[in-house]
């Protein structure tokens, strides 16, 4: 992982591409699209297996090895109103019930969309609200747009980049973006997609591996 500060808060951002506030116990999750996967075979579309599992396994290793009280969700904690099928909603209720204890909040998405997930239901226990969400000073969103007064961390745009290696050997990973104003995570959840990010002058970027978190160094400019 990597430690930084924005807007006072000291952030530690981590290989499985959230955030913790280790100052308050708080985990910051951005997309996780859980039930993803159920939407889509109906379209003919392949997708893998144990995606709904997976992203709920790595959540309760994140919660248990740091020790969080609350995860605040920046959007789009489920994927579609498909994505409450009756199997998934199973698999994330038993997950609740194992984490009673947990404080669950979602910065609602409000995207433009019909077939948008809404409010998780009641049974799951999870506080919604409307963007931005202000926790210790920073403004928690969804969408990345600068806020006047507020350091503001959001999700959306499931951000990457191209990290070549020997060989020429490409590889997108997903990526931290920061800017003087908006911080934007990466996508948690797995079968999200991402979007090719290009970083300006003075912005901070951070690839994430399955085990490490580095910062990239920024592209000299040509003349």
């Not at 144990?50 to 995860?71: C, E, K, N």
Request: hydrophobic share 45%; glycine share 8%; charged share 20%.
């Amino acid at each position: 992982m990597v430690t930084i500060t924005v807007g006072g808060q000291v952030l530690m951002l981590m290989p499985e591409k959230c955030v913790f506030m280790p100052e308050s116990d708080t985990l910051l999750v951005a997309d996780a699209h859980i039930g993803k996967a159920v939407s889509f075979p109906q379209f003919g579309v392949p997708v893998p297996a144990g995606t709904t599992d997976g992203t709920l396994s790595v959540l309760t290793s994140l919660v248990r090895r740091l020790g969080a009280r609350r995860v605040i969700f920046l959007g789009d904690v489920l994927h579609s109103v498909r994505a409450l099928a009756p199997g998934t909603l199973a698999a994330v209720t038993r997950w609740r019930e194992l984490h009673s204890a947990l404080e669950l909040t979602l910065v609602r998405s409000n995207d433009d969309d019909d077939d948008r997930a809404g409010d998780p239901p009641s049974v799951l226990d999870i506080q919604a609200f409307d963007e931005p969400l202000m926790h210790r000073g920073l403004g928690l969103c969804h969408h990345p747009r600068p806020m006047l007064g507020a350091f503001v961390l959001a999700g959306h745009l499931h951000p990457c980049v191209s990290v070549g290696g020997r060989a020429h050997d490409w590889q997108r990973l997903p990526c931290f973006w920061f800017s003087d104003h908006v911080g934007v995570l990466p996508a948690f959840g797995a079968f999200t997609g991402m979007q090719a990010i290009r970083a300006q002058r003075g912005e901070r970027v951070f690839a994430s591996t399955a085990d490490r978190v580095f910062e990239l160094q920024p592209t000299p400019r040509r003349h």
